[in-house]
């Protein structure tokens, strides 16, 4: 290794065309260096920086100019570096690190714009609206920049999108009605969608939060208890309503007792036996909603939804709500928040067959667009890491506020 210290490495030196060949014998610690030949024609390709062409290194060939070995002996570390006897180890894991080849050989968990589902608010107005906790997102007017944005993130392969509607205060009531309507928000702007691009999948949002006047998923009794039965009973209306108008996925968001079974029961009496039900089945009372709240104003009146949405200490629980859910008929399992509860992930992962969903909500994106705008993280890399690290825990499918500009990423276009 000291001795390599007389020898200069230019970048080429790990190239083909290495006019310099190094013998050393793997018993000597410390190898013995021999110049042994510098051929001109290579010399002078390595001289010029440039590599040999195919035709170059086939002529040299025949003429029995074969390019030496690399050399088997490294640069030497900075001054100062210690000299010291290698360590006798079986195993250094690195070796399957060390070129970009190897790293994307061996890695394990991918990420695709197929993985992706994008949630879209939408509005009544024509115009859309800046939400200011969610730079980057907007409450879209649902006859135009919605149908702007649906065909921006299908260039980017990004096809499946789930709905979330701002419901003016006049249409609120303690019993959310206007969930069911027919000619509702939601399912028009599902016939709009399906109409415009038939192939999209469509997943709605199941709970009566947007169209309560409490801000509750569901009615909320005169001691303040959110009613469950009752509730089921008007999110099978709600789900039937996005069936009807042409949803392929109704995701029940609520966290009411039996609400899956329920439904499954009230879509396929309707007919709908193709429509598929995501359950949020391990969905948090979580602080990482808060800028969803804003977007929507569909903060709760009064009180948090700790009766119903999971205590964020609990883990076992989760397995308590996927077995429900699973017996019920779901076809989807989701947890929400995402990154903070990639163990819930894994947990749900290794004890369902079904697919898994992880929703890496508004707080979360929040978090890392201010960050990214503070120059305080590098955006767009920790947007990418989050993603991959929601699919490393088990995620098949993650819905993301990011998905149109991380899939543009993948796909190698930037997105505005
Ligand atoms: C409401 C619902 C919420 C979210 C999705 N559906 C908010 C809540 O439960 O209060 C949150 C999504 C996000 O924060 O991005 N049923």
Avoid at 98 to 103: A, E, Q
Wanted: with cysteine; hydrophobic share 40%.
């Amino acid at each position: 290794m000291a001795l390599a210290s007389s020898i200069f490495f230019s970048p080429a030196a790990n190239a083909v065309t290495v006019p310099i060949r190094f013998t050393a014998t793997a018993a000597t610690p410390t190898p013995r260096l021999v110049l042994v030949r510098a051929n001109n024609a290579s010399a002078s390709a390595s001289a010029s920086g440039r590599t040999r062409t195919l035709e170059e290194c086939e002529a040299a060939a025949v003429a029995g100019n074969f390019p030496a070995p690399p050399p088997h002996s490294k640069p030497p570390g900075p001054k100062g570096t210690p000299l010291i006897k290698p360590l006798d180890l079986t195993r250094r894991p690195r070796r399957n690190r060390k070129s970009p080849t190897l790293r994307s050989a061996f890695q394990e968990t991918t990420l695709s714009p197929a993985n992706f589902v994008l949630p879209l608010f939408i509005h009544e107005g024509e115009e859309d609206a800046p939400i200011g906790a969610m730079p980057g997102c907007f409450r879209l007017g649902w006859r135009h920049g919605l149908i702007d944005e649906v065909y921006k993130a299908r260039d980017v392969g990004v096809n499946s999108f789930v709905l979330f509607p701002k419901i003016p205060d006049a249409l609120k009531s303690p019993t959310g009605d206007e969930a069911y309507n027919d000619n509702g928000l939601v399912p028009r702007t599902i016939r709009l969608l399906k109409d415009k691009f038939p192939d999209i999948v469509i997943y709605t949002d199941v709970a009566l939060d947007p169209y309560s006047s409490d801000g509750h998923d569901g009615i909320v009794r005169e001691d303040g208890v959110i009613m469950n039965d009752e509730t089921v009973h008007q999110l099978c209306k709600q789900a039937v309503s996005q069936a009807r108008a042409g949803a392929d996925v109704v995701s029940p968001s609520d966290m009411m007792d039996g609400r899956v079974g329920a439904l499954r029961a009230a879509l396929d009496a309707e007919g709908f036996h193709d429509v598929s039900i995501m359950s949020y089945t391990a969905k948090y009372a979580s602080a990482f909603y808060g800028p969803f709240r804003e977007a929507l104003d569909s903060n709760p009146r009064f009180g948090d939804k700790k009766t119903y949405q999971m205590n964020p200490a609990n883990y076992r629980e989760a397995l308590i709500e996927a077995e429900a859910d699973e017996a019920e008929g779901a076809d989807i399992l989701l947890v929400k928040p995402g990154l903070p509860y990639t163990d819930v992930i894994r947990l749900l992962r290794d004890n369902s067959a079904l697919p898994i969903a992880a929703y890496q909500v508004s707080g979360e994106y929040s978090m890392i667009k201010a960050a990214g705008v503070l120059k305080m993280i590098d955006e767009e890399r920790v947007m990418m890491e989050s993603l991959m690290c929601i699919r490393r825990a088990g995620a098949d499918i993650i819905l993301s506020y990011f998905a149109r500009q991380a899939a543009g990423i993948l796909c190698g276009v930037k997105s505005n």
